[in-house]
């Protein structure tokens, strides 16, 4: 996976950072709180694709401000010299791309006077202007009303000599409104944002008129500030669509809003944090991690704190299967990582988020039940009866620990391949330079369970039966029988 490492010093509020973020094709989405320097980042991020850090001034920096991006080993310096200019110490590094800033950073309304004017004397008129491409109509007409015929009017200059005549950089777009024309600057935020970015994503992705060998950078900040909620989900699966589609295609998001960070995997998930001026970043975190908004309105009777996703499995499982959800409201969420939980459990504790009638629980995995500071381990806790499923499965298959169950697994769920076939391929694939660790193990096994149709879900969900049938999870039970049951 390509990497692109950032260092910001003295810009606005950030006095040092040095953050790596992926720079591989998929959506990757920047959180925190307000303040925490989420737009410096993302104007930074933007130097990469055009002269963004022009747009900062005297009082955003300082004489020994800089930013330096580093990506396959090239490294590039941009630095403030005392003309007042940026300059590169390093490679050149610049990609294709789009950078859709904030309200304070947009060029939105710098554009706007120009051709407001032209309207207005006459110079642009139906006949410098065209339909616009139907595919760029639609798509917009779906994402910010759910039709396709919205925006028919749609339309934008000729051509670019009809645009140099008119003195004009770009060729904006147009609607037609009670017989007068309106700019894309004049219309709503959301309208303007969503035709400059469907404008590049078109031209560029879709119709390729860049080389496919080559990234496309996409950054859009605070996307929640121009866009309804419902538009914000159908922009994102429209996103989503194309990246799949385009192995090219990088996005960079930046956002607080719920509804962008539900529709994200946690690994592709940053949260800035900023401690006077000293930033850093927290990966792999779990949507309810990040905004807190775990339930709608509604505060369960108990909430259980999970590690990851399999762990809620696991602990749904059993709640199932001795009936411990009966006359009771039980909410089970996976939230990344033990420190964060336990970070959470706390803050959720301290703060009586949920009022003083639901009662937290951090369940945690087996193997670090030793980890836990004194404070830490005031919270109500419990331990799995496994270190992690990942582990497990690796002792249990990897290293045939328990031969039995190793039997039971083996011929209860890999009827195709045997699991001495497929521990074969994976130590090939370490001698070939793989990583021989427990998740690397793991999804070489879920990649043969899915090959021959087996959900992951299931998987784990029929694991949950054979490991209480075949490891001693009687603690485990009780001591969870005695906080749920009356």
């Given at each position: 996976?390509?990497?692109?490492?950032?260092?910001?010093?003295?810009?606005?509020?950030?006095?040092?950072?040095?953050?790596?973020?992926?720079?591989?094709?998929?959506?990757?989405?920047?959180?925190?709180?307000?303040?925490?320097?989420?737009?410096?980042?993302?104007?930074?991020?933007?130097?990469?694709?055009?002269?963004?850090?022009?747009?900062?001034?005297?009082?955003?920096?300082?004489?020994?401000?800089?930013?330096?991006?580093?990506?396959?080993?090239?490294?590039?310096?941009?630095?403030?010299?005392?003309?007042?200019?940026?300059?590169?110490?390093?490679?050149?590094?610049?990609?294709?791309?789009?950078?859709?800033?904030?309200?304070?950073?947009?060029?939105?309304?710098?554009?706007?006077?120009?051709?407001?004017?032209?309207?207005?004397?006459?110079?642009?008129?139906?006949?410098?202007?065209?339909?616009?491409?139907?595919?760029?109509?639609?798509?917009?007409?779906?994402?910010?009303?759910?039709?396709?015929?919205?925006y028919t009017s749609l339309k934008r200059i000729k051509n670019k000599y009809v645009a140099q005549q008119l003195a004009i950089k770009n060729r904006p777009y147009f609607i037609n409104v009670d017989g007068r024309l309106v700019?894309?600057?004049?219309?709503?935020?959301?309208?303007?944002?969503?035709?400059?970015?469907?404008?590049?994503?078109?031209?560029?992705?879709?119709?390729?008129?860049?080389?496919?060998?080559?990234?496309?950078?996409?950054?859009?900040?605070?996307?929640?500030?121009?866009?309804?909620?419902?538009?914000?989900?159908?922009?994102?699966?429209?996103?989503?669509?194309?990246?799949?589609?385009?192995?090219?295609?990088?996005?960079?998001?930046?956002?607080?809003?719920?509804?962008?960070?539900?529709?994200?995997?946690?690994?592709?998930?940053?949260?800035?944090?900023?401690?006077?001026?000293?930033?850093?970043?927290?990966?792999?975190?779990?949507?309810?991690?990040?905004?807190?908004?775990?339930?709608?309105?509604?505060?369960?009777?108990?909430?259980?704190?999970?590690?990851?996703?399999?762990?809620?499995?696991?602990?749904?499982?059993?709640?199932?299967?001795?009936?411990?959800?009966?006359?009771?409201?039980?909410?089970?969420?996976?939230?990344?990582?033990?420190?964060?939980?336990?970070?959470?459990?706390?803050?959720?504790?301290?703060?009586?988020?949920?009022?003083?009638?639901?009662?937290?629980?951090?369940?945690?995995?087996?193997?670090?039940?030793?980890?836990?500071?004194?404070?830490?381990?005031?919270?109500?806790?419990?331990?799995?009866?496994?270190?992690?499923?990942?582990?497990?499965?690796?002792?249990?298959?990897?290293?045939?620990?328990?031969?039995?169950?190793?039997?039971?697994?083996?011929?209860?769920?890999?009827?195709?391949?045997?699991?001495?076939?497929?521990?074969?391929?994976?130590?090939?694939?370490?001698?070939?330079?793989?990583?021989?660790?427990?998740?690397?193990?793991?999804?070489?096994?879920?990649?043969?369970?899915?090959?021959?149709?087996?959900?992951?879900?299931?998987?784990?969900?029929?694991?949950?039966?054979?490991?209480?049938?075949?490891?001693?999870?009687?603690?485990?039970?009780?001591?969870?029988?005695?906080?749920?049951?009356?």
């Amino acid at each position: 996976m390509d990497t692109l490492n950032i260092k910001i010093n003295n810009i606005k509020n950030i006095v040092s950072a040095d953050i790596e973020f992926p720079f591989d094709n998929g959506i990757y989405t920047i959180v925190g709180s307000n303040g925490c320097g989420k737009s410096t980042i993302m104007l930074c991020l933007a130097q990469l694709i055009s002269h963004q850090l022009d747009r900062l001034t005297n009082s955003d920096i300082k004489n020994d401000s800089f930013v330096e991006f580093e990506i396959s080993g090239n490294k590039a310096k941009w630095v403030h010299n005392r003309f007042g200019r940026w300059t590169n110490k390093g490679s050149y590094l610049k990609f294709n791309g789009l950078y859709e800033g904030s309200l304070f950073y947009g060029t939105r309304f710098e554009d706007s006077t120009n051709i407001e004017q032209k309207i207005a004397s006459g110079q642009i008129t139906e006949q410098e202007i065209v339909d616009a491409d139907d595919y760029i109509k639609k798509q917009m007409s779906y994402i910010l009303h759910g039709d396709l015929t919205h925006y028919t009017s749609l339309k934008r200059i000729k051509n670019k000599y009809v645009a140099q005549q008119l003195a004009i950089k770009n060729r904006p777009y147009f609607i037609n409104v009670d017989g007068r024309l309106v700019s894309q600057y004049r219309m709503s935020s959301g309208e303007c944002l969503l035709v400059s970015l469907l404008h590049f994503l078109y031209n560029s992705i879709v119709r390729r008129s860049l080389p496919e060998d080559q990234k496309v950078f996409v950054l859009i900040d605070e996307l929640e500030l121009a866009l309804h909620p419902i538009a914000v989900l159908r922009l994102m699966d429209f996103l989503k669509d194309l990246v799949k589609e385009h192995s090219n295609l990088v996005v960079y998001l930046s956002t607080h809003s719920p509804e962008v960070i539900r529709t994200i995997p946690p690994i592709d998930l940053f949260k800035i944090n900023n401690s006077e001026g000293i930033v850093s970043v927290e990966t792999n975190c779990y949507p309810s991690y990040l905004i807190r908004d775990l339930y709608s309105n509604v505060s369960p009777d108990f909430l259980l704190l999970v590690e990851d996703e399999l762990a809620q499995i696991v602990v749904n499982k059993i709640l199932s299967k001795y009936s411990l959800r009966t006359t009771k409201l039980i909410h089970c969420v996976p939230v990344g990582g033990w420190q964060n939980v336990l970070t959470l459990h706390r803050e959720l504790y301290s703060k009586k988020v949920l009022g003083t009638n639901t009662t937290i629980v951090s369940i945690l995995d087996g193997d670090i039940a030793g980890n836990l500071n004194k404070e830490q381990k005031k919270l109500t806790h419990l331990f799995l009866p496994i270190p992690s499923v990942e582990k497990f499965l690796y002792n249990v298959i990897k290293e045939n620990k328990n031969p039995k169950l190793r039997r039971i697994i083996n011929d209860k769920y890999f009827i195709v391949q045997s699991l001495d076939e497929i521990i074969s391929q994976y130590n090939k694939g370490t001698l070939d330079g793989g990583s021989d660790n427990n998740k690397n193990f793991y999804k070489k096994l879920i990649f043969e369970l899915t090959s021959i149709g087996t959900k992951e879900a299931v998987f784990i969900s029929g694991l949950c039966d054979d490991i209480i049938e075949n490891i001693d999870v009687s603690k485990f039970i009780e001591s969870i029988k005695k906080l749920l049951l009356p």
